[in-house]
């Protein structure tokens, strides 16, 4: 991780690159040829870059005239029939729409992409992600019609636009490798702990309850996990072990938290270059 030090873990994480068969119809994994590694827990999952920046989020008013749109498949995502779009570095498949608790209503898949760590020149990746939004969202970003995807990827406020407003967008985490828990929240807290400045009790609290969520808890490959963004200071955490979730785990409240993870993905230096960039050239794409 850059710019953040892992504290490594005396007990040597194995990891198995031989793969179980694909669960259907969600995802399924490519076989690495690779051998099995073995990896210090921390240095494993240490997934996310790291900034030391203070945000204070902002309401604003917002247009709820529905606009409907459909992505057309680009280097960074394939369509696999009417339903999905596949993840092509791991094959991991994405509904091109789909319903979440506490949503409003269906959500539309923007872009996808994957994160990937490096082990001795070795690339491991670690999951793959796809960014849904509620489609009212596009009606907010007229001023930025005709802007090619290398300008969208290099417009701050056109993300900071998206993550403003108070319509829902969300996160689809699917893991390819198994994680333990505390390994998976001490990447997250290591990315977004920096991002807070001088943080206050709501949101120590916040990251209290984002912490009980995953402590203790084995993540295994094919999970699902959701981060739903309802408006800039509310945020809903839904973790799956077997298809779209049923039910919120968590309701995560304090504005400097939930723009700091968002900002992990899609501000300066994202964790998942991919995924930015496939956002980016479906926006490209819609806003024409």
Known sequence: ????????IPTPLSL????????????????????????????YFSLLLTFPLHFSPHNYKHSRRQTHFSLNASSSSSVVGAEYTEEPATA???QRSLSLPGCSGSLSLLGTGYREK????????????????????????????GQSTTKIQEIPSL?????????????QIVLVRDVDGKTFWDAIDDAISPRIKAPTSIDESALSTFRSI????????????FLTWLEPSKMLVC??????????????E???????????????GPVSPSLKDSVAKGLTTILK
């Open 239 to 252: 973790v799956s072990l077997d298809g779209l979730p049923s039910n919120v785990e968590a309701t995560i």
């Open 1 to 8: 991780m850059v710019g953040a030090s892992a504290i490594p």
């Open 16 to 43: 198995s690159l031989s793969l179980s068969p694909p669960i259907p119809r969600i995802f399924s994994l490519r076989r690495i040829s690779n051998p099995t590694l073995s990896l210090c827990q921390t240095h």
């Open 92 to 94: 991991v498949k994405f």
């Open 159 to 171: 993300f900071n636009s998206i993550f403003q407003s108070p319509l829902e967008k969300s996160l």
């Open 254 to 268: 304090s504005g400097s938290v939930t723009l700091a993870l968002f900002d992990v993905f899609f501000g300066n």
């Open 214 to 225: 995953f402590q203790g808890r084995p993540l295994k490959k094919g999970t699902f996990i």
């Open 118 to 145: 490096i082990f001795a020149i070795i690339g491991v990746k670690v999951y793959a992600a796809g960014l849904y939004v509620n489609p009212s969202i596009l009606s907010e970003l007229n001023a930025w019609k």
